[in-house]
């Protein structure tokens, strides 16, 4: 039997998953969570062998949950699942340890199909998924452009960015700058919401 922990903050979607899976004879769901931050300690008390995460959860993300279980349950294969078609959620989400990645309105017996190839030591990768991912290619962005604009996206000012990350102000408009020429954004909102639609923060 291999046992799931399920990870959506969508009561309905997560409940209707956990119904559809119990109904495969050697999947059991063990354990459903609301939160990213509350993947892990569901992982460990149920002794799971997969989770099948959400990307976008309060508490933590998907692909933060995905790279903590890597890290406290190294034995447990990580599923993602994504609404979103973003190219750069492919490749973070191979990075954070996740070795099945599918949209979440694939037909239940995919996902079964992934969570049992992912049991067994393989990958499941969703080939549209992987396609956007090829076509969009990697981040321009460095991990500390990366940062500051996600810091950014939050609303912050750069003052309060600069403090956040222990840097000077004329640093972060610097960072800033940059990530606003490398998405070939006309401003922070706009560098912000491409990098948002191409997964790179």
Not at 68 to 80: E, K
Request: aromatic share 2%.
């Amino acid at each position: 039997m291999i046992k799931i922990v399920l990870a959506d903050d969508e009561h309905l979607v997560r409940g209707a998953l956990a119904a559809l899976l119990g109904l495969e004879e050697d999947l059991e769901v063990v354990a459903e969570v609301g939160r990213g931050d509350e993947v892990v300690d569901a992982v460990l008390a149920g002794g799971a062998d997969i989770a099948v995460l959400d990307i976008e959860m309060p508490g933590a993300t998907g692909l933060e949950a995905a790279a903590r279980v890597r890290d406290a349950a190294p034995d447990c294969g990580v599923v993602i699942l994504t609404s979103f078609g973003r190219p750069g959620y492919l490749r973070r989400a191979l990075t954070a340890g996740a070795r099945g990645f599918l949209a979440k309105d694939a037909p239940v017996d995919q996902l079964a199909g992934a969570i049992r190839r992912v049991h067994g030591g393989g990958r499941y990768i969703d080939t549209d998924l992987a396609a956007a991912a090829m076509v969009g290619g990697e981040s321009p962005l460095t991990e500390r452009e990366t940062e500051v604009l996600r810091a950014a996206a939050d609303g912050a000012t750069v003052a309060r960015i600069a403090s956040a990350l222990h840097l000077t102000e004329g640093t972060v408009r610097n960072y800033l700058s940059n990530a606003i020429g490398k998405t070939g954004a006309d401003n922070r909102l706009s560098a912000i919401r491409t990098a948002q639609d191409m997964g790179w923060l």
